[in-house]
């Protein structure tokens, strides 16, 4: 069954009839990203109201790979399990050479995490559940408003906005700026992205068809069935195909997308006509960010702030994680209890992490599709040796998936298992009752295994069982151990053991990190 | 000694990105050349004939 796109209802909004009052914070754009900001500061009790030009979720199925990472971050927002029932799990990807398997990869070969290393899921479903969560947390969702301008005063912002029945004036003291790679909000604030653009372009087609290929992702250089280019398939709920084609850069992008272009290149791919065309697309690779990504009180977040040249899955999971790094600190700002120079931190990190998604994307695209020359010649030679040497197997790059960067936080460690070191992630593991990472998030955590938890004000205490996921993931040979675990579930610091003193200090340096 | 063509670079991906960087902005002839230069700084730093004779298989097979 194609996807059902059905409205949001547009109701006009107050400001049309009498001045609102100032809002503490607007959200430009109801994609996934936007939606997700609402959600993630209503869980810290802020309100917001949330603007978008359009009134109907994404057309086509734009991002599908969901990492773990992000599906920990829907999970906080309500939306996890949800996904994942929906979604198909994958965590095996597999690289071909003409014809013969080259590299594979295992993404999760671990148990005792909650969330699976990837799901693939259109990104309609996805926003469809946001909305859905949005309108139960009573958000202020309006559709068909229009931000046609952005005024930035020192402490708030004033946008002007169109809608069906007119403009009107709406005052915030923050923007957060969720409207996707073409970002006009970025052009009204007049600025740029800085970085590389690519000479390639692929086509993006779903197909519909009754299949049985498996939920792994399978990648080609140079397949018969597409001569000398590049090809991925990749399994989606709804018996939905995603396939990306490599066109090159001489081709006509209007032209390829014509149906009577796209069928017979697929028809080739899948060796039957059995098949329905549900969506087709084609881009450009893009490895670009703004320098910044705070602007007074304009906030940008996800494909606004940086945009990535895809088969990393690195554009919506690397907005969500700056969702995930923006949420408790932007909360604290709004309440009061923190001052708007920790918003530095936000900016900081995610121009970290934005900066290892677009490092990790611009070396994918370099082996995808190499310049004329030494470029060309090394990634032939790796294609070549793969099926002769191991060690040129790694070297085969058809896109390195999205995993959280670890922050480079100057923050008390000790010497304890590398994964669960200051600035990564918490790793999930089961506990008593349910899942440690189901027990982070929204306030700062002391997990004390093994000893008590020292009573820190400010922050929540946290001793379960120590079982053996525990023990390799955080004691490693360690007796006991005690960690301070940020809103966002990032590892503040760590130690043997700890003093309540020595954890508030480490608490101050996180709000100000 | 035998060759090792298991994986033996730590961060692959980073020394791949260096090999690509090293060659910019040089022409055909030049990036012939460095690659010539680097064979032979690689091949006198491995010195063990068994090695080499390996190497120089391996890069020959399948042409």
Known sequence: ?513 | MALNTKPNIADADGFYAKLLAIHRGLNEAQSHALNARLVLILSNHIGDAEVLDAALALARDGV
């Open chain 1, 1 to 513: 069954m194609p996807y059902d796109y059905r409205p949001f209802p547009y109701t006009a909004p107050p400001g049309l009839t009498a001045p609102e009052p100032r809002h503490k914070v607007a959200i430009i754009g109801a994609g996934p990203i936007g939606l997700a900001m609402a959600i993630e500061l209503a869980n810290h009790g802020v309100a917001s109201v949330v603007l978008d030009d359009n009134n109907v979720v994404s057309v086509g199925s734009r991002a599908i790979c969901w990492s773990k990472r992000s599906l920990e971050i829907l999970d906080r927002l309500g939306v996890g399990d949800q996904s994942v029932t929906k979604g198909v799990t994958w965590k095996v990807g597999r690289t071909f050479h003409r014809d013969r398997e080259v590299f594979n990869f295992d993404l999760l070969p671990e148990d005792g995490h909650k969330m699976p290393a990837f799901v693939n899921l259109q990104q309609y479903y996805v926003e469809e559940y946001l909305v859905e969560r949005a309108q139960a947390l009573g958000i202020d969702l309006r559709w068909k408003n229009k931000v046609v301008a952005v005024d930035r005063h020192a402490d708030h912002a004033v946008l002007s906005v169109e809608t069906p029945d007119g403009s009107y004036r709406l005052e915030a003291d923050w923007v957060s700026s969720c409207d996707g790679a073409r970002s006009p909000v970025r052009g009204m604030l007049g600025l740029e992205f800085e970085g590389e653009l690519f000479e390639e372009r692929f086509l993006i087609a779903d197909i519909q068809m009754e299949a049985d290929f498996p939920s792994e992702r399978w990648f080609w250089f140079e397949p018969g069935f597409h001569n000398g280019q590049s090809a991925l398939l990749h399994k989606q709920p709804d018996n939905i195909y995603r396939i990306d084609l490599q066109l090159g850069w001489d081709t006509d992008p209007e032209v390829e997308k014509q149906p009577e272009r796209v069928i017979p290149r697929i028809e080739k791919v899948v060796g039957h006509k059995n098949f329905t065309l549900d969506w087709t697309s084609i881009y450009t690779f893009q490895c670009r960010r703004l320098r910044s990504f705070v602007h007074g009180p304009v906030l940008f977040v996800g494909d606004s702030a940086h945009i990535v040249s895809p088969f990393g899955a690195r554009g919506g999971n690397g907005g969500l994680q700056d969702v995930d790094a923006l949420g408790w600190r932007l909360a604290a700002v709004v309440k009061g209890a923190q001052s708007p120079d920790i918003l530095a931190g936000y900016d900081r990190e995610r121009v970290f992490g934005a900066d290892e998604n677009l490092l990790n994307s611009s070396r994918s695209t370099r082996f995808m599709s190499p310049e004329a020359g030494v470029e060309r010649l090394f990634r032939d030679a790796v294609l070549h040796l793969a099926s002769r040497a191991d060690f040129a197997r790694p070297m085969v790059n058809s896109g390195r998936l999205s995993r959280p960067c670890v922050y480079p936080l100057n923050a008390p460690d000790a010497d304890l298992p590398k994964p669960a070191r200051p600035g990564a992630v918490a790793p999930d593991a089961p506990i008593d009752g349910g899942w440690l990472l189901n027990a982070l998030g929204r306030d700062f955590v002391v997990l004390a295994l093994g000893q008590d938890a020292p009573a820190v004000p400010g922050a929540r205490s946290l001793t379960p069982n120590v079982n053996d996921h525990l023990k390799r993931r955080y004691l490693g040979g360690a007796a006991k151990t005690i960690y301070l675990i940020r809103p966002d579930q990032i590892v503040a610091a760590r130690w043997v053991t700890a003093s309540a003193d020595e954890i508030s200090a480490a608490m101050a340096a996180a709000w100000g990190a």
